[in-house]
């Protein structure tokens, strides 16, 4: 299986995060020897292959659930009126 390519966000994004923390390593730590300077490369360097691995990937996404085409139907109990109730409203419409 063949690896993905780097898009050229992540390039982007990894390079500045390399060189960004790197200038700020060596301007916080104050070192000046070889070794001090390599820990400080290597640091950044795998800070800047982070950030351009956590960059999203166009197309990385799932897709969203399928909705159903038509919506479901909806079934509204109402209480049903009572014998008595309905013979009332019989009589009243009756009398009058």
């Known amino acids: 299986m063949a690896m ?11 390079s500045c ?4 923390s790197t200038l700020a390593l060596l301007l916080l730590s104050g070192t000046s ?10 640091v ?9 691995v956590r ?6 996404r799932r897709p969203a659930p399928a ?8 079934r509204a109990t109402l ?6 109730q309905v013979r009332e409203q019989v009589h009243e419409r009756a009398a009058s």
Do not use: C, K, N, W
């Open 4 to 14: 993905p390519r780097p898009t050229v966000a992540q390039f982007v994004y990894g």
């Open 17 to 20: 995060a390399v060189i960004l």
């Open 33 to 42: 020897s070889g070794a001090g300077i390599a820990a400080v490369a290597v």
């Open 44 to 52: 950044a360097l795998a800070l800047g292959l982070v950030v351009a």
């Open 55 to 60: 960059v999203p990937v166009p197309g990385s």
């Open 67 to 74: 909705r159903p085409a038509t919506p479901l139907p909806v």
């Open 79 to 84: 209480p049903s009126p009572s014998r008595e």
